[in-house]
Nanobody, 125 residues
Framework: QVQLVESGGGLVQAGGSLRLSCATS????????MGWFRQAPGKEREFVAT????????YYADSVKGRFTISRDNAKNTLYLQMNSLKSEDTAVYYC??????????????????WGQGTQVTVSS
């Protein structure tokens, strides 16, 4: 089992920045990919970014490419999402997720076995 706890969400003006963190605990010794997803009101949960086990490979949704950066510190068992140039359309609950079966990371929700409880990000225009 892997437990995930997000933090760092909040209210920010358009053009501002936030940094989300995701602390992991439990059986974290196996190599596993991680990702960030988000869900806006009335919409399905969508992929934001993913990172491989060693943090060398990343992939982003087109909507956040160039503005968001995913990273991880395995020594601290923590995943990050740096969000810059935020837009009102970035408003959503953000979830981190772990994919023990996919050390390279994944874009697919179904590849992730563990999820955090989510943290709210609200961008005011």
């Amino acid at each position: 089992q892997v437990q995930l706890v997000e933090s760092g969400g909040g209210l920010v003006q358009a053009g501002g920045s936030l940094r989300l963190s995701c602390a992991t605990s439990g059986r974290t010794r196996s190599p596993y990919g991680m990702g960030w997803f988000r869900q806006a009101p009335g919409k399905e949960r969508e992929f934001v970014a993913t990172i491989n086990w060693i943090g060398a490979g990343t992939y982003y949704a087109d909507s956040v490419k160039g503005r968001f950066t995913i990273s991880r510190d395995n020594a601290k068992n923590t995943l990050y999402l740096q969000m810059n140039s935020l837009k009102s359309e970035d408003t959503a609950v953000y979830y981190c997720a772990a994919a023990p079966r996919y050390g390279s990371g994944s874009l697919r929700r179904s590849d992730y076995d563990y999820w955090g409880q989510g943290t709210q990000v609200t961008v005011s225009s």
